[in-house]
């Protein structure tokens, strides 16, 4: 009984130094279709990407994130920036500019972008997508497969409104051979009897996650709650669900926004913030100042308060084949134990309009 409890006393320690119980991301401003659904189906292209995050490099048992995502759009009619599918419609009114900088960059011959005449049709589009995501901290780890949807409604000729959601499970594994309670070599591992001789425990559990977003091509604000469901965790062995039958995913809540401002033709910076919120835990956030080249070269900085100072820079192929780095040089106490922590992120589009080219992402 005495180990039972000491077990206990260890996971909801662990609940409480980790804080939340889903991955934070430095790169929240390029990868979050993690972090709200609505996202996916706002550009002309299928979007693939994958990604790895390294916590506390140094620190034993600290996290460790892999994900992989892929989203894109269907039934989009809307002529206008963020459209490319314009080709057979070069002579309408307001289609023939001359190009600017960036679109020489990109090597493009004609203007890709033309405004929307103000007399065009708004219509609304689906979005759809998938992510695989897993995340280890210590003995604990979670696999979580989800499908996405979401419908945009244009609000203007350049602005949306979209709604979305993300459905899935979620496995949730304990290796008990990893978890050590005593320091003193001879004594006992608590993998003994105390929560049976298995070695690992396991249970899955649905989840879900919903978002609403209103963005433009100089601007996105978004709101979003994951694991909605708050699904309660049942292992499959009977002594270990004896003390965990009253735990549970913690709904948690997103709020970002980001604005794009133009100093020139080549040159945009993107100021921006995320706010994470789980209740019983101090909110997290995080402040950055991106800046864009070209849209083809980006860097930025990131501030997240009492927790870390961030550098942010990455490269675009053509706007095709992106990379993006991130490290984070932690500023709370766990600096003593770890060497910062390593984000990378890969992407690759595949383009609605193959004849047409690709463009880049609204602000983000």
Not at 211 to 234: C, H, T
Not at 238 to 247: D, E, L
């Amino acid at each position: 009984m005495k180990r039972i409890l000491i077990l206990v006393f260890l996971i909801i320690a662990c609940s409480d130094i980790y804080g939340q119980q889903i991955p934070q991301f430095s790169q929240y401003i390029w990868n979050s279709y993690l972090i709200n659904p609505a996202i996916a189906g706002a550009d002309n292209f299928v979007e693939a990407k994958v990604g790895y995050r390294n916590q506390w490099v140094g620190l034993d048992g600290a996290p460790q994130t892999y994900y992989l995502t892929i989203q894109g759009q269907k039934g989009k009619k809307l002529i206008n920036r963020e459209d490319v599918d314009v080709v057979s419609r070069r002579k309408t009114r307001g289609f023939k500019k001359p190009l600017n900088g960036v679109e020489k960059a990109l090597g493009y011959k004609t203007r890709k972008y033309p405004t929307a005449p103000a007399s065009f049709k708004l219509k609304g589009h689906h979005g759809f997508g998938g992510q695989i995501m897993h995340d280890r901290i210590g003995p604990f780890s979670t696999l979580g497969i989800y499908g996405s949807y979401a419908y945009h409604i244009p609000l203007a000729r350049e602005t949306y409104m979209s709604m979305g959601t993300f459905i899935g499970i979620k496995q949730y594994r304990i290796d008990v051979d990893k978890i050590i309670l005593n320091a003193n070599p001879s004594a006992n591992p608590v993998t003994d009897n105390a929560i049976g001789n298995s070695g690992n425990l396991s249970t899955i559990t649905p989840d879900a996650m919903v978002g609403l977003m209103v963005y433009a091509p100089k601007y996105y604000i978004g709101v979003s709650m994951d694991q909605i469901f708050s699904s309660k965790l049942k292992f499959q062995n009977t002594t270990a669900y004896a003390f965990t039958q009253n735990s549970s995913l913690s709904p948690h809540y997103f709020l970002m926004g980001g604005y794009r401002v133009n100093l020139s033709e080549e040159l945009a910076i993107v100021p921006s913030a995320i706010v994470r919120f789980n209740y019983g835990v101090p909110p997290s956030v995080d402040f950055t100042a991106k800046f864009n080249y070209k849209d083809l070269i980006w860097a930025g900085a990131s501030m997240r308060a009492k927790d870390a100072f961030i550098v942010l820079f990455g490269v675009s192929y053509r706007n095709m084949l992106d990379i993006g780095y991130s490290y984070d040089m932690t500023t709370s106490r766990i600096r003593q134990f770890s060497r910062g922590t390593h984000e990378i992120v890969l992407s690759y589009r595949i383009v609605n309009k193959p004849t047409t080219g690709c463009k880049p992402s609204y602000v983000w």
